[in-house]
């Protein structure tokens, strides 16, 4: 098997091969037996795919850049390991970075994990292990824990096979960060990898029991519509406050303010992921969402500064950890429901409720911990309502008089010190002249670009409380600050998939565009909206989630709808989907495995490798997390990247270290394999990158049209995708694209529009002679893999037509 070795191979040669099973012959054994054929990786160890990423790590190449030449891991440091430098127990400076992006991932994987945990125990003792599972019009109703663990469930109970794999996948990740352990840059990113495709089991197991069991909407393209946005909120209600990632213990609140019939009466509201499941809740059949949101963790502090809420809820995930220091000096009870965030409050779960009560309404408590959650429901609504009276009597003072604000904008010496340390840097300095002369205007335009990290108020040498003069000056566009959300609608159905999985896979449908992720935007939530609308014009299908999802529903077109009211969300070309909450991304990929298997009849029990290569090679999907900031954002994109679909991360996605580049010139890095004979063929280089950065929505918006095109697309596919990628780099670069020509296989491959002019280019500038016989089209394009571990895969490929 020579052969091998050198990633070619001949139909002889397969005749010849033997698989060995060795350590995953147990993990066989546990798999219930399924209709269909078993793949060869069910529950795959740490080193089981490792043949897969090496060969995804070397088209696609990783890329570092330190923040810092030390390395502070134990106490053999500091080692310098500048140059090529080692430190004490060895590790090299690719190594320790690649350790540390592999850090990032366990973390983003652990908390979604941990979230699922959560949610499962509670959801199981309070529906029982036998509720079923129900997701909608699907008979796969778990892709991504099907391909990756060959489980395929039925009930609630047997959703914890699959947890109890991925937390100890988790536990094995993590030995390897210790120091002494693994020293090979190349293996720490596998194992990163690894854990990114660990994460989306653990997001998709956390939000298929939470579908099931609270009756949110299922593969539903008309979930109901929401409002979104600090101007909603009616302030002259009592108001309680909701922030965080697990919505089990809200929906007691929610239940209880109906039972009580006080949904008139009380205002309730959230930020963050709970804030969209909360919409979610009781909408099955189209009912109103029963809550309102806010936004992102961006709005976290400004919310609070608002002196608004009477009651804070914090469960757990992206909750700021000064929340009860902030709510403390506003008179605003916290109570954490999570023992992820305990904020050092007493544990008074097991005590009356009107005792509780007594406590926080006198402030003789800042707060509490109540993890049982029949107690919360009852606990937070009476508490607003008797808050809000107490807080008003005593004349609680948030956001500055338009007098003091007058004060604080002169105090300003312009050191421009909190421009420094903005993470945006926002023209502060330029705004406070604005607004000392009473032009609030440049304020207004910084409410939506700040992130509301209060870095600025921290080095700010005449302790202006910057964040509340923006808010104080941006009360205007605050108040009008009104959109709409489509609650997350969850997976994409099998009937969709089986109506438009053609279109994606031959090209005619461009793509998809999934807009994932936080919000430490560049240049504020806008940007999301021209992104979207451009390629939502353009017939790409997009999605979103989490907080992209949320901010994208936060401006109208010229007729006053938001980008949800203006496009269905169904899930065919030219329409827009909102999946869900961060654990909702799951489905995006899960999305990608239902094509292989409901059109292309691939079977995906246990058989991770071959739906990869699929994906990657037919299936027209970037993601992009163009604000990503949190542990999580990194290992959602790496768990998409070992699937095969690339991910672009706006300009501070760079402060992760770390990316994953092709190089386009490097021709021997750009084959795969025709499905009709095994012949071993060029492709263009696309997609040229697994994670990538780029500065700029004029940067970002070709990059997708050019990284959507696949070997699969037929001449129709290639045609329309060539067309929109040459268009978007004239109407946001000003030129045409350099490589344009790289992806013309066929005459017919060209733009119509101008087929005639660049065949003229193609003889002039690039010396083609027009014998285009000579580039096929590829029908089942594969990308080369270690034959010896796959022969019934490469066997099925050969036979392909």
């Not at 529906?127 to 099907?146: A, E, F």
């Not at 579908?211 to 600090?230: F, H, N, R, T, V």
């Not at 309730?268 to 809740?281: E, H, P, Q, S, V």
Request: negative net charge; contains cysteine; glycine residues 8%.
């Amino acid at each position: 098997m020579s052969n091998v070795t050198t990633g070619k191979f001949s139909i002889e040669d397969l005749e010849n091969v033997q698989v060995t099973i060795e350590n995953i012959v147990g993990a066989i054994e546990e798999v219930e037996e399924t209709e269909e054929e078993m793949g060869v990786t069910p529950k795959p160890g740490i080193s089981s795919l490792r043949h897969w990423d090496f060969n995804l790590l070397n088209r696609y190449e990783p890329i570092y850049t330190p923040m810092c030449d030390q390395c502070c891991y134990c106490t053999f440091g500091k080692c310098d390991l500048s140059g090529n430098k080692e430190g004490a127990c060895g590790i090299d400076m690719k190594a320790h970075q690649a350790r540390e992006f592999l850090l990032r991932v366990i973390t983003g994987a652990s908390a979604h994990t941990g979230h699922g945990r959560h949610l499962l125990h509670h959801l199981i003792e309070k529906y029982g292990r036998d509720h079923p599972i129900d997701v909608g019009s699907s008979n796969l109703k778990t892709p991504v824990m099907q391909t990756v663990t060959g489980y395929k469930p039925e009930t609630l109970g047997d959703l914890e096979k699959a947890l109890d794999y991925v937390e100890e996948q988790i536990t094995q990740l993590l030995a390897t960060i210790h120091m002494g352990q693994e020293g090979e840059a190349i293996d720490f990113e596998s194992k990163a990898l690894h854990g990114g495709m660990l994460d989306h089991v653990g997001m998709e197991i956390s939000d298929i029991a939470q579908i099931s069991c609270l009756k949110m909407p299922k593969s539903d393209p008309e979930s109901p519509l929401a409002e979104i946005g600090m101007g909603c909120i009616d302030s002259s209600k009592p108001m309680l406050l909701t922030i965080g990632h697990n919505v089990s213990g809200v929906t007691n609140i929610i239940d209880y303010i109906d039972e009580q019939g006080l949904s008139d009466d009380i205002e309730i509201a959230g930020l963050c992921c709970t804030a969209i499941d909360m919409t979610r809740y009781n909408t099955d059949e189209g009912d109103e969402p029963k809550s309102k949101v806010i936004g992102s963790l961006a709005k976290e502090l400004k919310m609070i500064r608002s002196g608004v809420p009477d009651v804070i809820v914090v469960d757990e995930q992206c909750v700021r950890a000064d929340i009860l220091r902030e709510a403390q000096r506003l008179s605003i009870p916290v109570i954490s429901t999570n023992d992820k965030i305990m904020y050092g409050l007493k544990d008074r779960s097991n005590d009356n409720v009107d005792e509780i009560l007594g406590d926080l309404e006198s402030g003789n408590e800042p707060g509490a911990l109540i993890l049982d959650f029949d107690k919360l429901g009852e606990l937070a609504p009476r508490l607003a309502m008797d808050m809000a009276p107490i807080r008003e009597e005593k004349g609680i003072k948030s956001l500055p008089t338009s007098e003091e604000l007058q004060e604080l904008t002169e105090r300003c010496v312009h050191c421009k010190e909190c421009e420094l340390v903005c993470p945006t840097n926002l023209s502060i300095s330029d705004a406070m002249s604005a607004a000392e002369s009473g032009d609030f205007a440049p304020f207004e335009e910084l409410h939506d670009k700040c992130v509301a990290c209060g870095r600025c108020e921290q080095v700010c040498p005449k302790d202006i409380p910057v964040l509340n003069v923006i808010e104080k000056s941006a009360q205007r566009v605050i108040r009008e600050e009104k959109g709409k959300l489509r609650s997350g609608r969850g997976q994409v159905s099998d009937p969709e998939i089986r109506e438009e999985g053609v279109n994606l896979v031959l090209g005619t449908t461009p793509g998809i565009i999934a807009l994932v992720g936080c919000s430490n935007y560049p240049e504020g939530t806008k940007d999301l909206y021209r992104i979207a609308d451009e390629m939502l014009k353009r017939n790409y299908i997009v999605v979103v989630s989490g907080c992209s999802a949320m901010d994208l529903g936060m401006y109208r077109n010229e007729d006053g709808n938001t980008l949800y009211e203006e496009y269905p969300g169904k899930f065919i070309k030219g329409n827009l989907l909102n999946v869900g909450s961060c654990v909702s991304n799951s489905h995006i990929t899960g999305t990608a495995i239902k094509v292989a298997s409901i059109f292309a009849q691939r079977n995906v029990t246990g058989n991770f490798e071959e739906i990869a290569d699929y994906i990657l090679n037919r299936i027209g999907a970037v993601g992009v997390a163009w604000g990503a900031y949190s542990q999580k954002a990194s290992s959602i994109a790496t768990g998409c990247n070992r699937f095969g679909i690339p991910v672009i991360i706006g300009p501070h996605g760079s402060k992760y270290r770390r990316a994953l580049i092709g190089k386009p010139y490097d021709k021997d890095k750009w084959t795969v394999y025709d499905a009709r004979n095994g012949e071993e063929l060029q492709i263009p280089p696309s997609p040229e990158f697994l994670l990538s950065t780029v500065e700029s929505v004029e940067e970002l918006m070709p990059m997708l049209a050019k990284n959507c095109m696949r070997p699969s697309d037929n001449n129709m596919g290639r045609m329309i995708k060539l067309t929109n990628y040459i268009e978007l780099s004239e109407k946001y670069l000003g030129v045409m694209p350099e490589d344009w020509y790289q992806f013309v296989r066929t005459e017919t491959d060209l733009p119509l529009t101008k087929r005639g002019d660049l065949l003229k280019k193609l003889e002039s500038e690039h010396g083609w002679e027009i014998d285009w016989k000579k580039k096929k089209i590829i029908s089942g394009p594969s990308m080369k893999f270690d034959v010896s571990s796959q022969p019934t895969n490469v066997k099925r490929l050969c036979k392909e037509a």
